[in-house]
């Protein structure tokens, strides 16, 4: 059951991530070059730290990185 929600999570983050790209490669939405290297750069360092062992570290640290970032979460 853990796995399978970090399975979900993860999909979620790569499907955002991706259609951001192509969103914005389309001209649909308008992202920052930076800003999609803040959202792979801290999902990244999100993924580390799972649901079911760490609980809400992993929402933390991506929240953190994007702030570094100046960007919104």
Known sequence: ????KIG?????L????AA????????GIK???SRAEAIHTCSTAAAKF???SWGN?????????M???SQQE
């Not at 790569?14 to 991530?17: G, K, L, M, P």
């Not at 951001?20 to 001209?27: C, I, L, Y």
């Open 20 to 27: 951001s790209v192509s969103f914005a490669q389309d001209g």
């Open 57 to 65: 570290t992993e929402m933390f640290v991506y929240r953190a990185c």
């Open 50 to 52: 799972p649901d079911y």
């Open 67 to 69: 702030t570094e970032h």
């Open 14 to 17: 790569s499907t955002s991530v």
């Open 8 to 12: 979900f999570h993860l999909a979620v």
């Open 1 to 4: 059951m853990h796995i399978a």
């Open 31 to 33: 992202i920052n070059p």
